[in-house]
């Protein structure tokens, strides 16, 4: 929806009342981005919508993307498990993130490929979120092979503010946020700490999150600047994924832990620059980020006597630069070129695995240092065929080059790969509120360069095999999107995905694995209604068929997801009362590639009350209001508790939701 507000009293049209045009762009489900947008799954979502979520984590913003699922198989410190179009992601693999014009996903990462982590994040500071499910952009690359999300920072708060949120467990959030004018522009501050004990029997998660901003915009040479500075740090310990067996031997509960010692730290500075003119924009970054997590997932598997407990370690400085350049040709037709190029490094001075107890150092499994460069370049072309036929066509070509160098020998080495990606999408509109998209886009995902220089396995020193550099996908999406911007919003997508390589979870490692090719195809709706200026709902549903792409009957993708839903309410009772509801469905996920094992569903149901003022705010969120005890993650996979068979014992391993919390806040507005 936008809206154009002339800052005129008496004047009539003249020259310098439409010289004055302030244009403003109201993002939000009301936005229907009819002739906007290139496909029906895709969407700018507003930071009035983040701010009335209510949230467990700070990156359940991303479950404001329909159809995606956010949960935890870990401690509070980590990285998130995210769900989308029949993927368990993991921490991120085949979702790309980016912030600020920085990519947030970690290749070769200590945790896993693609490792994104969004805890260095505060809210507060985000104006939009706009996300791409699919890779039909030219602009997407590492990544994105189910979609992409592009956080972006305020540069105008709509207002300063303290703000000081409590709850149980020990939960306690303070977050301060205001701006002053500096020169022609902006001086933008915010600031985060975050405690939390968590509400597990046998340990307290003791997290201490610091977050800091400090931001500039305003214009410098006929364009807008921004610099950033971002600052996060944080320390916990976790409560793991545990076997089912154990809590129903009566071991442990549901809340309990079999190693108690595990945990985390982490860290990641940032600056960043960005500035965009009339056709050119460019960008540059630099970021210094650690991690030092402690696990244990199979318990006394692989050690009986000390325990299979490992440090997973990560040091590493990521530089990069994009430029892009926009013009429009002069035909028969309307034609808009976009060129750009893209840079990244990204130096890993260690990204190590050792063998650990109470996390002190037993003995090193492997220890890398890793540079990887990529270099990247994209060209797109809108073509307008009619005031209501649009195509866009695409190409991409990607150059990865990694070198390795490993405590053995053996496994370092040298890797290169390169791709070149298409994307293309016809957009067609019916009227002003309906129109129809058909996409077809290939994308790709790095794999860890110590797979691709790999000779022998740190573990078992059987000689391994080598995997690719890049990893290709194809996909292809029909989609419908109709908008009535007094009630009605819906659309649409029926889509297919196949990829040249899965990415496995592997329990007793830790990590992920390659593995055989796959496909995927599914349908997405998401409709949204206003039945007036007070009451709205919406859902949202997306339906999978996953398998891998062999000649077996072992085909099923562990870990895929073949229902992700979501419903909400939102409720404006007065100018000052307003409450939302919303419910979380993620139906049963298969565990094992014979499709025997499944998870249970999980569905957990959130609640917000908010009284507002003019200079302050009270909130009441009520989290897994049904106190449901559903598991947030399912793993299944062999483990060894005191006592079992030397081979172990394959079973279920879970991690519960969080019992019901109540927490509240009080923001004071100035």
Known sequence: MKVLILAASSLLYSDYVLANIEKITVYGHRTGLIGDAISASSGIIG?????????????????????????????????????????????????????????????????????????????????????????????????????????????????????????????????????????????????????????????????????????????????????????????????????????????????????????????????????????????????????????????????????????????????????????????????????????RNDDIDNVGLYNTQARQYLSTVRE????????????????????????????????????????????????????????????????????????????????????ATISQDPISLDPADKVDLLVKSNGAELGLRYFDERHFNLSAALWWLELDSELLFVGDAGNTEASDASKRYGIELSAYYWLNDQFSLDTEASFTHSRLDINSNNNYVEGAVPLVASAGMNWYITEQWQTSMRIRHIGKRTLSDDGNNRSNPLTVVNGLISYQQTHWKVDLALLNLFNSNDHDIDYFYASRLAGEPSDGVEDNHFHPIEPRTVRLNLSVLF
């Open 368 to 451: 890398d240092s890793v540079n990887e460069t990529s270099y990247s370049a994209y060209w797109q072309t809108q073509i307008d065929f009619s005031q209501r036929l649009e195509a866009n066509i695409g190409a991409r070509y990607d150059y990865l080059k990694a070198s390795v160098n490993s405590n053995n020998a053996l496994n370092s080495g040298d890797a290169d790969d390169n791709l070149i990606t298409l994307k293309t999408s016809l957009n067609y509109l019916f009227s002003d509120n309906f129109a129809a998209y058909v996409n077809y886009g290939q994308g790709f995902h790095s794999n860890d360069a110590r797979g």
């Open 47 to 343: 930071q009035g919508e983040i701010s009335n979520r209510p949230m467990l984590r700070s990156a359940e913003m991303l479950e404001l993307i329909p159809g995606m699922a956010v949960t935890q198989h870990s401690g509070s410190g980590k990285a998130n498990q995210y769900f989308i179009r029949g993927f368990n992601l993991d921490h991120g693999t085949d979702f790309a993130s980016n912030i600020d014009g920085m990519p947030i996903n970690m290749r070769s990462h200590g945790h896993g490929q693609g490792y994104t982590d969004l805890n260095f994040i505060i809210p507060e500071t985000i104006a939009t979120i706009s996300y791409q499910k699919g890779s039909y952009d030219a602009q997407q690359g590492d990544f994105s092979a189910a979609g992409s999300a592009y956080f972006n920072l305020i540069d105008m708060p709509k207002h300063q503010q303290i703000g000081l949120t409590v709850g149980e467990d020990n939960y306690t959030r303070v977050v301060a946020l205001g701006s002053t004018q500096a020169a022609t522009g902006t001086l933008i501050g915010a600031a985060e700490w975050q405690g939390y004990d968590g509400p597990w029997d046998d340990i307290d998660e003791d997290v201490s999150k610091k977050n800091a901003l400090l931001r500039y915009a305003g214009p410098l040479a006929n364009g807008n600047l921004s610099l950033s500075a971002m600052a996060y740090d944080n320390d916990w310990n976790s409560a793991d994924q545990i076997p089912q067996r154990a809590v129903v031997q009566g071991l442990i509960s549901e809340l309990g832990s079999l190693d108690k010692t595990v945990g985390g730290s982490s860290s990641r500075y940032s600056l960043s620059a960005n500035w965009q003119g009339q056709n050119l924009q460019a960008n540059a970054y630099l970021i210094d980020y650690e991690l030092n997590l402690f696990s244990n997932f199979s318990y006394f598997l692989n050690n009986p006597i000390n325990g299979d407990q490992f440090h997973q370690a990560d040091s590493r400085t990521i530089t990069g630069l994009a430029v892009s350049y926009q013009f429009t040709q002069q035909a028969a037709l309307p034609i808009n070129h976009t060129f750009g190029i893209d840079i």
